[in-house]
């Protein structure tokens, strides 16, 4: 089994591993944690057995001895810096997890302290302590947003996104703010996309900063006003719900090694927010089917149109789409990244001073991707997922033409 990448490196944004933005966890810190939440002396013997190789917090597997009489656990910690994450945010990820599930959402259980909370801090530090997930982590190792290894588990990924939708339809908690690495869709759904990016901008002060520095207006109206404004109209006709945010094979965990695995279990919440299903169902596209990391290596990248089909297929066949829906899916496409481009460019370019990487998350992320779906390649799925029976619009709803072919200047 695999221990993970050496000590200090993690995922980087390309395919090499790089130095941590976070220093790991330690034992010791792992015990004063464990030290909030049980009988002392319990956590005393505490030992840390796998490092996530994620690279925006630093999170571990740890064994935990047993009170006297009792049976050792392994459990999962998570740490983060209260620049990215506040207990405000945790708390709602919390709620949201126990009411998964409480409607039979295999999401690992959060544990509450001795005190009753869910959350400790020490110092600019937050952390949260899970039960361990169920299944086989099969994609532990692999790159964030990395495809499925086989049809079937993108079939069987489709299904369960479709009950966590049904298990958060009744989830009333509001939309959690704009913060740093959070997922979002208030600019895609506003009727006035740029203004809503304006006003987005000015609560991130350094997102604001960095967009001070860059044409971001002529480069939003160039390359991604056409596709959110052909989304927007479907998008505020549906009801908005929160969703998973964050849906590829690494976040879920399945029930054997082989190709025919089914999901076993459903990791990280971190980018949970309100929004709408069909947003959550075109983030999981995006994020599972197109090999993006191939893009920034060599400029180009082929979507794999049997897994887009596979996801869907097994999504619907749990809860099938409706017509507005399925509409909106190709035109939310190629902008459902945006919210997070601009958050992730927040973080890079303040929490952890790297221009480089906030560069990259701008034009490489947030303009990028939007090209590619202006492309050949990215045109070619569009226009297929366009062609799918159930897409048809209801004529009460306007939606702006399309336009073919990439942006001309």
């Known amino acids: 089994m695999s221990a993970g990448p050496p000590e200090g490196l993690v995922h980087g944004m390309g395919k090499e591993l790089v130095l941590a933005d976070w220093p790991p966890l330690t034992d010791g810190e792992v015990r004063a944690v464990l030290a909030c939440y049980a009988e002392p002396g319990r956590g005393a013997e505490a030992m840390i057995t796998w490092r996530s190789p994620r690279p925006m917090s630093a999170a571990a597997l740890v064994r935990w001895p047993a009170a006297t009489g009792g049976q050792a656990a392994t459990v999962f910690i998570k740490r983060h810096h209260v620049s990215v994450r506040s207990a405000a945010q945790l708390t709602a990820e919390h ?27 020490s110092d600019d530090f937050v952390y949260e302590l899970h039960e361990a997930a169920a299944g086989v982590d099969l994609y532990r190792d692999a790159m964030s947003w990395s495809p499925f290894t086989s049809l079937h588990h993108a079939r069987a990924a489709g299904a369960a996104l479709a009950r966590l939708h049904q298990a958060a339809a009744d989830f009333s908690w509001p939309e959690r703010p704009p913060g740093a690495l959070m997922g979002s869709a208030a600019i895609v759904v506003a009727p006035d996309p740029v203004a809503e990016l304006s006003r987005f901008g000015a609560r991130l002060p350094d997102l604001a900063r960095y967009l001070s520095r860059r044409s971001w207006r002529a480069d939003f109206e160039r390359y991604l006003l056409a596709p959110a404004r052909r989304a927007g109209p479907l998008l505020r006709a549906l009801p908005r719900q929160w969703g998973h945010g964050d849906w590829h094979p690494s976040n879920l965990t399945w029930t054997t090694r082989g190709p025919d695995a089914d999901v076993a279990g459903v990791l990280d919440l971190g980018l949970a927010n309100r929004t709408l299903a069909v947003h959550d169902l075109a983030t999981a596209l995006e994020r599972t089917t197109v090999p993006w990391l191939d893009l920034v290596e060599s400029g180009h990248a082929e979507a794999d149109h049997e897994a ?55 034009d490489g992320y947030l303009l990028g991707h939007a090209r590619w779906f202006a492309g050949p390649e990215g045109s070619a799925v569009l226009d297929r997922l366009r062609r799918r029976p159930t897409v048809t619009v209801p004529p009460t709803v306007t939606v702006p033409p399309t336009v073919t072919g990439p942006p001309t200047s």
């Open 308 to 362: 887009i089909e596979a996801l869907l297929g097994g999504y619907e066949s749990v809860r099938p789409l409706g017509r507005l829906e399925a509409a909106a899916l190709a035109e939310v496409l190629p902008v459902v990244h945006v919210e997070f481009a601009l958050t992730e460019i927040e973080y890079f370019a303040g929490i952890v001073a790297s221009p480089s990487h906030a560069d990259l998350a701008y």
């Open 95 to 121: 709620a949201f997890a126990a009411q998964l599930r409480d409607h039979g959402v295999p999401v690992p259980a959060v544990l509450r302290g001795t005190g009753g909370s869910t959350i400790q801090r």
